[in-house]
T-cell receptor, first 108, second 114 residues
């Protein structure tokens, strides 16, 4: 069993839809990161969470430490949101463990 | 600030050739790391460094060497390239202290070994 799992693996949505991507992990963590990677592009950090909820524009990230689960929500999705979204957890050491990513396509 | 800069962006090597992937950051971050990203797999840690003069192996270190002579630079060396090293490589950095520190990634180097 992978330490970090994401669902779904692939997601296709129509522009304007509300999108949820889930991340479950099996290790103790100090922080969880949501990352975005556009096709052929670099990786950008969207959120870093250790508890509760954060919001940046149309993006919302939540974490439930007791259940070892985090969600990334996109409201009013847009084709420019099409990317791979990666959940990464950091334990009490220095290193990340990455999920396999969720490939999102938002159709106009 | 330029953030994390990786060079080159693309590279094709022949089996057995050597090369160095460059990574530099201008944020005075102590912690730097190299990952490889392969289709269907999450990013995997190759090597990391918690400060100048200190390096350690990650999950998949074989075939790669690193050094950290300065805080800014963390080059990754392929001593004798193999087709299995065809991948996209990412360098990352962040401050070492504290759990709630943001991570910064480079744009990636797409390496093909033929």
């Amino acid at each position: 069993k992978n330490e970090v799992e994401q669902s779904p693996q692939n997601l296709t949505a129509q522009e304007g839809e509300f999108i949820t991507i889930n991340c479950s992990y099996s290790v103790g963590i100090s922080a969880l990161h949501w990352l975005q990677q556009h096709p052929g592009g670099g990786i950008v950090s969207l959120f870093m969470l250790s508890s509760g909820k954060k919001k940046h524009g149309r993006l919302i990230a939540t974490i439930n430490i007791q259940e070892k689960h985090s969600s990334l929500h996109i409201t009013a999705s847009h084709p420019r949101d099409s990317a791979v979204y990666i959940c990464a957890v950091r334990g009490y050491g220095q290193n990340f463990v990455f999920g396999p990513g969720t490939r999102l396509s938002v159709l106009p | 600030n330029a953030g994390v800069t990786q060079t080159p962006k693309f590279q094709v090597l022949k089996t057995g050739q050597s090369m160095t992937l460059q990574c530099a950051q201008d944020m005075n971050h102590e912690y730097m790391s190299w990952y490889r990203q392969d289709p269907g797999m999450g990013l995997r840690l190759i090597h990391y460094s918690v400060g100048a003069g200190i390096t350690d192996q990650g999950e998949v270190p074989n075939g790669y060497n690193v050094s950290r002579s300065t805080t800014e630079d963390f080059p990754l060396r392929l001593l004798s390239a193999a087709p299995s090293q065809t991948s996209v490589y990412f360098c990352a950095s962040r401050p070492r202290t504290g759990p709630d520190t943001e991570a910064f990634f480079g744009q990636g180097t797409r390496l093909t070994v033929v």
